[in-house]
């Protein structure tokens, strides 16, 4: 019998401890857990369809049969790796130069600018875009055209945090075209044109339809599909079916390879609230991984709303079990009570001696098991601890470089302010005193003003990386080894290393590289061929050597107190 209700006691605590998440979504969540146990599969799959394309593109010899084939890569890398999607854009831009074909241009202005924007690259989306001329397309690309400005909008509006308002002319345009356009396009506008009550139904009956048939066709696309579906019926207050198209868009994204991860941050938002904190975590560490292969701006800044959600669950589930913990002693400690009670009276009778020795021997040993279960349980709090210790540190180190580099900027822009307002207050005063060519000797296209400040920002930037991490060229050089030692101007950093500091703190796209440190992309994408090619490490890819330069001296970052 005391057996017996050790047991129940035990089974209510594991109740009280289990996840929340009703049993119905239960199988919808299995399916993304499925999803994420074979993403890797997914991509083999995916990189093995891109070897046979690079293949065929090595071995054509048509230049009309090469622009097909870099569209097809294109579109394979467009969520895999943008970097790659943007240099066989390019290898299609130059096809588009060199036979003058007014639909290739735009084709590559199309699908640029949507990438661009896509990654949070708004300003370089919107040049592209705006380099079309709306008139030159046809009907169909029309569609996709005001279609891609309207989310140009929505991404800035994200980026910014605040709301604006799409301008009626968009909409109306995405209206008249967007019937001609793909299955996207024409939601979008069926989204603007439908009106009234029966809204979500009629938008539900048009984007299911579209759902099931991407989903046989494995179209990378099909996620978003079941996104727009769940967000339908959301509006439409169908709780269960959004569940479903929820976890369907977030599995879809996985195992046809999207990064595009909005049902995932989704679906973290829900499992918070429910506290499956286990859930929730798995999920975030997989948008993390994606986000280093994959990097996108906009959602970037999100991350850290969605980790302090998830540690915040974490400590109150922590608290929570403590809770259980002490209330599991309590009743330990009123069963040990009673069992001494009964003890006291059975020994007083000495025909009954022997039994009670044996009871009692059997309630010691109940009693060391469950001592034993609950010094594991505290070695798992322990660990624990020392986990979202670890994770604090690393916040704590990832706040530092913030600062400083926030500190960093202000300082920055306040002198360059300064220098500006100087400039002004000089040209004002030669132009009052008729010093016109002076003037213009200024203000000359040639004039080494612009290098000299590109050259002050570097050494800016040299300065404020060092004294956060004053051992970075050193431990670069054990990546490379010893034979051709690195040189660096005196408390400063070479090219190369520059553009590794970069990666250093998480940027790893070549083009945002190139932007920020006023090089051509070639430049950069040979420096980091360069420094690979010279590693000591078995990498194969840039994406693994970014990861090994990322991982480097993180144990060294002080913060401040």
């Known amino acids: 019998m005391r057996r017996f209700y050790t047991y129940i006691l035990i089974l209510f605590v594991a109740l009280r401890a289990a996840a929340s998440v009703p049993a119905k979504y239960q199988p919808y969540l299995a399916m993304v857990d499925s999803a994420l146990e074979h993403q890797h599969e997914y991509v083999s799959q995916l990189e093995g369809q891109i070897s046979v394309l690079r293949s065929q593109l090595r071995t054509t010899g048509s230049d009309e049969q090469r622009y097909v084939l870099c569209d097809l890569l294109s579109q394979k890398f467009y969520y895999l790796n943008s970097d790659s999607a943007l240099y066989y854009l390019a290898q299609k831009e130059a096809l588009a130069e060199k036979y003058q074909r007014a639909d290739w241009k735009n084709e590559v202005l199309l699908s640029r600018g949507n990438l661009c924007t896509q990654i949070g690259l708004l300003t370089q989306g919107g040049e592209d875009l705006n380099a079309i001329r709306p008139q030159e397309l046809t009907d169909s690309l029309k569609g996709s055209y005001y279609s891609m400005l309207i989310f140009q909008q929505t991404q800035q509006s994200r980026l910014s945090g605040t709301s604006s308002q799409l301008s009626t002319q968009l909409t109306d345009s995405l209206q008249k075209y967007g019937s001609f356009g793909d299955d996207m396009t024409q939601y979008w506008s069926l989204f603007f044109t439908y009106q009234g009550a029966d809204r979500s139904q009629k938008l539900l009956e048009f984007i299911t339809q579209i759902y099931q048939r991407l989903h046989q066709e494995k179209s990378q696309i099909s996620g978003r599909a079941a996104f727009m579906a769940s967000a339908n019926y959301g509006e439409a207050g169908d709780e269960d079916r959004r ?48 986000q280093q292969e994959y990097p996108d701006n906009v959602r970037s800044s999100q991350m850290g709303q969605y980790m302090e959600q998830i540690y915040n669950a974490t400590q109150r589930l922590t608290e929570r079990q403590q809770r259980l913990t002490r209330q599991y002693l309590y009743a330990l400690v009123a069963l040990l009570m009673v069992l001494l009670a009964a003890l006291f009276f059975l020994v007083r009778s000495l025909r009954r001696q022997h039994r009670q020795q044996t009871a009692l021997s059997a309630a010691n040993h109940q009693l060391s098991e469950s001592i034993t279960r609950l010094t594991q349980t505290q070695h798992q709090l322990q660990e624990s601890h020392q986990q979202v210790s670890e994770v604090n540190r690393q916040l704590g180190a990832a706040n530092y470089i913030k600062e400083q580099y926030i500190g960093s900027l202000f300082s920055t822009c306040s002198a360059y302010i300064n220098k500006l307002d100087s400039f002004r207050q000089d040209i004002n005063r030669k132009i009052k005193a008729g010093q016109v060519e002076e003037v213009l000797r200024q203000t000359r296209a040639d004039n080494s003003k612009t290098r000299d400040e590109v050259k002050e920002l570097n050494k800016t930037f040299d300065a404020t990386f060092l004294s956060i991490y004053p051992d970075f060229v050193a431990d670069f050089q054990t990546l490379l080894g010893d034979e051709e030692p690195l040189t660096t101007p005196k408390n400063g950093l070479n090219t190369e290393l520059r553009i590794y500091a970069l990666v250093w703190l998480g940027i790893s796209s070549s083009v945002k590289i190139a932007e920020l440190l006023h090089l051509s992309t070639q430049t950069v994408y040979n420096a980091r061929q360069k420094m690979r090619s010279r590693s000591l490490l078995p990498v194969s890819t840039a994406e693994e050597f970014a990861a090994i330069v990322q991982a480097l001296g993180r144990g060294k970052i002080a913060v401040n107190p």
Do not use: K, P, T
């Open 243 to 290: 569940m479903e198209y929820l976890c369907r868009s977030a599995a879809d994204n996985i195992c046809f390879v999207n990064r595009d991860h909005s049902a995932l941050l989704s679906l973290i938002s829900y499992l918070i609230e429910q506290d499956d904190v286990e859930h929730a975590y798995r999920y975030m560490d997989y948008i993390m991984q994606v």
